[in-house]
């Protein structure tokens, strides 16, 4: 059974940092190209990172410069390092996937096959 679970959420203040980690199981990662989206109370899903099989990523104009996606293969897991987080980056965060030999990936949700159930991120003082 393929499934995708996210970590790493949790409250920290504004200017601080986390890494989220998104664990598959049920299939090889490698394969897959992995989106991160978000989703605060009352918000639209919001795309934020992606990276592809290939290791080519994409990032919304909101977070580029302070986060970055990357992908272990022999871990078969995808992280999110958010630097500098705002209290606008306050949401639920997923992670998602989709079978592609493309070498390059969309931050689109509706690209996407699989979904986790979500870590919160929260950024207050």
């Known amino acids: 059974q393929l499934q995708l679970v996210e970590s790493g959420g949790g409250l920290v203040q504004p200017g601080g940092y986390l890494r989220l980690s998104c664990a598959a199981s049920?299939?090889?990662?490698?394969?897959?190209?992995i989106g991160w989206f978000r989703q605060a109370p009352w918000k639209d899903r919001e795309g934020v990172s992606c990276i592809s099989r290939r290791g080519n990523t994409n990032y919304a104009d909101s977070v580029k410069g302070r986060f970055t996606i990357s992908r272990d293969n022999a871990r078969n897991t995808v992280f999110l390092q958010m630097n500098s987080l705002k209290p606008e980056d306050t949401a639920v965060y997923y992670c998602?996937?989709?079978?592609?030999?493309?070498?390059?990936?969309?931050?689109?949700?509706?690209?996407?096959?699989?979904w986790g159930q979500g870590t919160q991120v929260t950024v207050s003082s």
């Open positions: 998602a996937a989709v079978s592609t030999p493309s070498s390059f990936c969309l931050v689109s949700f509706a690209a996407y096959d699989y």
């Open positions: 049920g299939f090889t990662l490698g394969n897959y190209a």
